[in-house]
């Protein structure tokens, strides 16, 4: 798995008043792993601003989240951007309902 | 915490990554006058009940590298940039937000808080390989 040693460390990432977090593509480069043709879970994906994000570099993207309304919301936008590759589903963090061994990369992201 | 780890590590193959970002409240966030390259005029700090959440997060990160569960590719931190229209759309921001405390503490003096400010926060960030 690539990931870069260097990529981004200390950068100063834009942001805006509705974008309270870095906009998702600035958020994944500047931790310097390369999604391309991974399978990756974003745990605690809320309504998927991080996951929509990862979902245009990755194979596929599984989004979770205790959430329901923001599960809708995140695949209402999915629908919007005619994205096929990522999935919404209802989760908690502590006890996935999920495959051992089934994706290359995890997302904890303000979620711990 | 250390559940949502060994979860995270449970569905993760050989080698996978697990990424942990966060805010962190171990420094505070800084105001700008003007835009991103301004002067910095202030600081703002976290609320305590928040920074005890963190320091469990961050105890909960130990425990799983301890235990060789993971082990370190990389850390690092970047800075998230939110712009404001004045002091009254920040305080109106902090008087809403649950990490933030309440109150910039300035340090210039009233007169010079007016126009345009940057607050930026800083995103603290690991990347663990499954082991």
């Given at each position: 798995m690539q990931v870069s040693a260097t990529a981004s460390v200390g950068q100063l990432v834009?942001?805006?008043l509705g974008y309270l977090r870095p906009p998702a593509e600035i958020e994944l480069a500047a931790y310097g792993v390369d999604l391309r043709g991974l399978r990756v879970a974003d745990i605690g994906a809320g309504e998927g601003r991080l996951a929509l994000g990862a979902a245009r570099r990755a194979d596929r993207v599984l989004a979770i989240d205790p959430d329901r309304s923001a599960l809708a919301r995140g695949r209402a936008e999915a629908k919007r951007l005619g994205m096929r590759?990522?999935?919404f589903r209802e989760g908690a963090a502590q006890s996935l309902e999920l495959a051992d061994g089934s994706f290359e990369v995890a997302i904890l992201s303000?979620?711990? | 915490m250390v559940d949502a780890l060994e979860e995270a590590r449970r569905i993760l193959v050989d080698g996978g990554v697990l990424v942990d970002a966060r805010p962190d409240s171990r420094v505070a966030a800084r105001v700008r006058s003007g835009g991103a390259r301004g002067t910095i005029?202030?600081?703002i700090g976290t609320q305590r009940e928040t920074k005890t959440d963190d320091q469990l997060s961050d105890r909960a990160v130990r425990d799983v590298l301890r235990r060789g569960l993971f082990r370190s590719r990389r850390r690092g931190r970047i800075w998230h940039a939110i712009p404001f229209e004045d002091r009254s759309?920040?305080?109106?921001?902090?008087?809403?937000h649950l990490r933030f405390s309440r109150r910039v503490s300035w340090r210039v003096p009233a007169a010079k808080r007016d126009g345009r400010l940057v607050v930026e926060r800083a995103v603290r960030f690991e990347i663990l390989e499954r082991r």
């Open positions: 834009p942001g805006g590759n990522i999935t303000w979620t711990l | 005029i202030g600081t759309e920040l305080q109106d921001y902090l008087g809403d």
